[in-house]
């Protein structure tokens, strides 16, 4: 069974940055993408940034693009997101997914992911 760990969420104020992390512990299957979602209080789940283990390609969310980045370890099995220029409206609960039926619902569909984290929780105060 595989399961999801994130770290490094915090309070940051506007502006400043953070490096979220998201480690595996059980057997990964490198033909599946991870993801990063967030979710804000009230709100739905929203894609955020996605890349694939074997090719380390990466995949945005149009709001996110020149912000934020995501990269993987794969010695670590480890992915991170490293999130600049961090605005209030980026306030919410963080959670990284691995995406074992990205291929068929696509990469920014949470019902894509089977495997989930906890989350970690980032405030950005204005």
């Known amino acids: 069974q595989v399961q999801l760990i994130e770290s490094g969420g915090g309070l940051v104020q506007a502006g400043g940055s953070l490096r979220l992390s998201c480690a595996a512990s059980?057997?990964?299957?490198?033909?599946?993408?991870w993801g990063w979602f967030r979710q804000a209080q009230g709100k739905e789940r929203e894609f955020v940034a996605a890349?694939?283990?074997?090719?380390?390609?990466?995949y945005y969310a149009d709001s996110m693009k020149g912000r934020f980045t995501i990269s993987r370890d794969t010695a670590k099995n480890t992915v991170y997101l490293q999130m600049n220029s961090l605005k209030p409206e980026d306030t919410a609960v963080y959670c990284c997914a691995i995406g074992t039926l990205a291929g068929h619902y696509g990469l920014g569909s949470p019902i894509a992911y089977r495997y989930w984290g906890q989350g970690t929780q980032v405030t950005v105060s204005s």
């Open positions: 059980g057997r990964t299957d490198s033909r599946y993408p």
């Open positions: 890349i694939s283990w074997s090719g380390g390609n990466t």
